[in-house]
């Protein structure tokens, strides 16, 4: 019975398979994206989201980071000379004498002929002791860290991980050639147990392993080493696994958290990688029977009987490399007796110490089904689903934004004809994007036909646009064509390329179309349209999705775009300025000189663009088409609109260019002839973001005409 009270505590913390499906969908689309974005600008990289966020094995108060390996496919890991390929950048895998079991070194080769190198070619070739120059681990950090002064960020380091944001790892890694030898005895040692499968080891096999820049801990040549990495191999064993396994991996992870580590009190500590190595050694010696709901107690105590033994006789195999102590460097002698002590206490107490398990109110949720009473303020099942799948929803939309935003700075400098070329360019060599991975990967690890078809509409909304902007530029009539690839990207989002169609519209004069498709677009903007900004100034990880928004969401499938029910900033290219109203042609020179230099990384992307929210650009295009079209009432219930959507919308934490949205709406004062009014608006715009804001340039001219 308290296995079972367990699962139901476990599943209201959204561990089910449909919110474990919906994770891995988020995270692996997520990284084909990634990978398709930087082969796009010409980086030859592969990159992956590894941990608990792609594995779906967190719970919301673990606070868990993502893990991005970024692997560089275009240097060649050699395990010895016959694998040299010419006019490559060629690094040999060198087992020296001084590394440990999981640790090589990589020897510098010519390019030219497989010999190798005498000369050092960079700060990063290091001439050992032997005359032998090897590959130097410290690469990715001392860039990272230059470009964290530079960009006065934060540099954030962990073992081989180099970041500058919070929640964010990332590894620089190299694929090995060949399975490295340490991974052999794992393909044919004997097994009692049917898992893993024939078919799932072939798999592993040919998904191999990384070389991340990593040296061991005890080595006096640790910038000489690599680690060796079967992260794939484990993610792939992970996916394997059934939701009994899964439950019983976050409840290990939560123990970890909660009773575990503090208890040994910072004095070392037990990592979630041991407890899923637990759990792999623990899937593969169970039998299959013994895997089931009401023995899931048991089952975790199997898992920290394991980790108990090791720390007896002070080795904690890797599963995949046995030779690999996991305590090393994590736990000494006099650390894992203390780790020894309370798990004993764990298991000698059948797991009575779960109920002091904060995280989540795992342990308040675990006494309320076992005693049936209400807790106050202990948020119910359906809340929790709910915000994780909006969570999910709103982190996918944005990375998707943000993605197509730095595919556009790719052609920042193109004319208007060739950003056409290049797009359409883009959008024919889409399809065959669908297998840029390797054929026995997840087949979620593919940029699918989902994604795929949404790169085609935002690619052909500005392709439409900027193919628009030449035809009114050059008095040219706007052809069927162009109007197709408005129409064919229309379910881009809900409301930015309708918009974009309505701004076309009215800078060519037919009025009339543009106050229809606008009203079409009012008529469906109900409080469940999410608010979505790919430009860096929203955080997924941190913004609360709108709560009718997240319970749409909660329905259905994986699937969690939901791309009907969101709404992306409307951003103008420079090459698609006269499809903008005149005053958003302010907004591409919002900041010069010096203000240029205080542009975040981030911006530099998007600020020579016009940009604003979706709800504010809709009303201020009500209010120019009303105004041109005479229709006074309409005119002015617009511009009460636009004001009330700022503050509404403000007060939502909807708006992410409100800078932007203030200076409309101080232009549409302007108009009504409220200059002092306006030059208010202009200030407080002024106010919000002092720099690279165009109401700079609003407040001297008005200044003037005052």
């Not at 000379?81 to 001084?98: I, Q, S």
Request: hydrophobic fraction near 40%.
């Amino acid at each position: 019975m308290m296995s079972l009270r367990l699962i139901a505590a476990l599943e209201d913390l959204g561990v089910t398979e449909l919110i474990i499906g919906r994770r891995r969908h988020a995270f692996l689309q997520d990284e084909a994206l990634l990978t398709w974005r930087r082969q796009i600008s010409g980086r030859h990289y592969v990159c992956y989201h590894f941990g608990s966020m792609t594995e779906g094995t967190t719970t919301p108060g673990m606070g868990s980071d993502i893990d991005t390996l970024n692997c560089n496919d275009s240097v060649n890991i050699m395990s010895g000379l016959p694998d040299w390929k010419r006019g490559k950048e060629n690094l040999l895998m060198v087992k020296h004498a001084t590394c440990a079991p999981q640790h090589y070194r990589l020897q510098e080769i010519r390019p030219d002929l497989p010999l190798p190198l005498t000369v050092s070619i960079n700060e990063f070739s290091v001439l050992d002791a032997d005359g032998i120059i090897y590959r130097s681990n410290r690469a990715a950090g001392t860039i990272v860290r230059q470009l964290a002064a530079v960009l006065k960020r934060p540099y954030l380091n962990a073992g081989p991980s180099h970041s500058m944001l919070e929640m964010y790892d990332f590894v620089y890694a190299y694929r090995c050639g060949t399975l490295p030898v340490e991974c052999e005895s794992w393909f044919t040692r004997p097994r009692h147990g049917i898992w893993p499968t024939q078919e799932m080891l072939q798999t592993a096999r040919e998904l191999g392993c990384f070389l991340i820049p990593d040296g061991h801990c005890d080595s006096e040549y640790s910038s000489l080493e690599w680690r060796v990495s079967p992260s794939l191999i484990e993610r792939h064993l992970m996916f394997s696994m059934h939701l009994i396994h899964m439950h019983c991996y976050v409840t290990l992870k939560l123990l970890k958290k909660d009773i575990i580590n503090p208890y040994l009190n910072g004095d070392g500590k037990l990592t979630s990688f041991h407890c899923k190595t637990a759990i792999f050694y623990a899937r593969e010696q169970l039998l299959f029977e013994m895997w089931t709901s009401d023995r899931l107690f048991d089952c975790i105590l199997y898992c920290l009987n394991l980790i108990r033994d090791w720390t007896i006789s002070g080795h904690f195999p890797h599963y995949i490399m046995d030779e690999v102590n996991l305590f090393d460097g994590k736990l000494n002698s006099e650390q894992r007796a203390r780790l020894r002590t309370v798990l004993d206490i764990i298991m000698d107490t059948h797991l009575a110490p779960l109920a002091f398990v904060k995280t989540d109110d795992l342990g308040v949720r675990l006494l309320n089904n076992v005693y049936s009473v209400a807790i106050r303020d202990m948020k119910p099942r359906r809340s929790i689903h709910q915000e994780i799948t909006g969570f999910l929803s709103v982190f996918g939309n944005v990375r998707l934004a943000r993605h197509m935003l730095v595919i556009l700075e790719e052609a920042a400098d193109k004319t208007p004809d060739e950003l056409c070329l290049y797009l359409h360019s883009l959008i024919n060599a889409m399809p065959f994007y669908q297998l840029h991975r390797h054929g026995c990967e997840h087949a979620l690890c593919r940029l699918d036909g989902v994604n795929i078809d949404y790169i085609i509409r935002y690619l052909q909304q500005h392709l439409a646009s900027t193919a628009a902007s030449i035809c009114l530029q050059h008095g040219m009539y706007i052809g069927n064509r162009i109007l197709s690839w408005y129409n064919a990207a229309i379910d881009t989002d809900f409301a930015s390329t309708r918009l974009k169609l309505a701004s076309m519209l009215y800078c060519k004069g037919d009025l009339q179309r543009a106050a229809d498709v606008l009203d079409d677009v009012e008529r469906r903007y109900d409080n469940k349209v999410q608010a979505i900004c790919g430009c860096g100034r929203m955080n997924p990880l941190i913004t609360k999705p709108l709560r009718l928004f997240a319970e749409l969401v909660n329905g259905g499938d994986t699937e969690v775009l939901l791309t009907n029910r969101v709404a992306y900033c409307v951003s103008f290219l420079r090459q698609e300025v006269f499809c903008a109203p005149p005053f958003l042609h302010f907004e591409m020179v919002r900041g010069v000189g010096e203000n240029i230099q205080h542009r975040l990384c981030i911006e530099s992307v998007w600020m020579n663009w016009a940009v604003v929210d979706s709800r504010p650009f809709l009303h201020y295009l009500q209010y120019l088409t009303f105004r041109n079209l005479g229709l006074r009432h309409k005119q002015i219930q617009a511009l009460v609109a636009l004001g009330t959507s700022i503050k509404d919308d403000l007060r939502q934490h909807q708006l992410f260019h409100l800078e932007t949205a203030v200076n409309v709406y101080a232009h549409c004062l302007e108009m009504e002839g409220l200059i002092n009014n306006a030059l208010s608006f202009y200030l407080l715009s002024q106010d919000l973001v002092p720099r690279n804001n165009a109401a700079n340039l609003h407040i001297r001219r008005l200044t003037n005409v005052l």
